[in-house]
């Protein structure tokens, strides 16, 4: 359905907002919603409406200005560029509160997102159960990412061991890997890591916050 | 020392990969790194050597090219831009699992980044400790925001609760929020509030991923 050649052309930052266009889509459809337009759809997602027209004008021929968007439509074209029908059997590696807390949340608003199996170095945890699963040794890691077909990972390993774990992970045959660990680790070429940096979030966060905060003061003053 | 003007306009994306930089910046100190090209920090950082050489550009003239950067000047002045050096008390809302890894992790790295108070709504954790800390009921945020001058918070409170749990920080006076709930809340303007959205990290490196696989496939196959 979605012309191949713009999916391939589908920009980074367009592709970062998908899956919180298709989260907002579902909310509407559910609410009994069938269509909407730029400006509304702008409101709910905090996103500029000149941004989500371009976006979407990424994607194809999506709607029609005045009329709006189909939203059962987007749903699908949406679902379809992400492949989102087809079950993601995640591995967890590191068992520590981070690990912990994203093995019981799970993804759960998230039906297609499954942490299926998790991994620690550290055997007091070995044979722990967590969701349904049992913590496993690291040395099983290659052998269950195979019987399960899985290509991504999420490593919770501290910085200092963090390389060593992403070596091992990709010698497993994972791609994906989603690291909380933000300083950055070597990988081949055919494997991408997404960092999670709540350090520089935070920091960045702040920044903002401050720069604006004195603007303000000066404004008012 | 920086050129107020420069400050004000670092572009956000900029402004998102100082801490990075700053990160970096300080290992490279600590292991007697004192001069560095931007090649050589691309390679570090992984960020593209045009994308560093840009950043630093919005800063001021904080190199020479061929010569490269010095890094006790480059780690003093974004010390300065991201005003690090002033202590942030951070306040905590939410101690479920995700609450209690952040407590208990605490940007260890970050001296001046610190979960300074807990607050839940749940009776049954009230009192607990946790890394020096007692978990306080929602009903004392507004005093305890007061009393340590915080204007940092970070919420893992569920989406169902996010809003109404954002209400009452931002009743409390505190202007910047680090949200793990993805779905957007209602702020007043002068309140900023940054979104870790992991289902759609996880979704958008899986998009790349399969479909940087995908071609991979044709080319080979």
Excluded: C, W
Excluded at 22 to 39: E, F, H, P
Aim: net charge negative; glycine share 6%; charged share 25%.
């Amino acid at each position: 359905m979605v012309d191949e050649l713009h999916l391939k052309n589908v920009p980074k930052a367009t592709a970062k907002r998908l899956p919180l266009y298709l989260r907002y889509l579902n909310m509407l459809q559910d609410s009994g919603v069938t269509r909407i337009k730029s400006k509304e759809f702008s409101e709910l997602t905090q996103v500029p409406s000149a941004t989500i027209r371009r976006d979407f004008s990424h994607l194809g021929e999506l709607g029609r200005s005045g009329y709006g968007y189909d939203v059962a439509y987007l749903i699908e074209v949406f679902n379809e560029i992400l492949n989102t029908d087809e079950e993601k059997r995640i591995v967890l590696v590191g068992f520590g509160n981070l690990g912990k807390a994203l093995a019981k949340n799970n993804f759960r608003r998230n039906n297609n997102l499954n942490i299926t199996a998790v991994f620690d170095s550290d055997p007091a945890v070995y044979g722990q159960k967590i969701d349904g699963h049992y913590v496993h040794p690291m040395s099983e890691l290659k052998q269950v990412v195979a019987d399960l077909g899985s290509t991504v990972a999420i490593s919770t390993v501290p910085s200092q061991y963090s390389q060593s774990a992403v070596d091992q992970i990709v010698d497993a045959g994972i791609t994906a890997i989603l690291n909380f660990a933000p300083d950055r680790v070597d990988v081949p070429n055919n494997v991408h890591v997404q960092y999670i940096d709540l350090t520089t979030e935070l920091q960045t966060l702040i920044f903002f916050d401050e720069n604006y905060q004195k603007k303000l003061a000066e404004r008012l003053g």
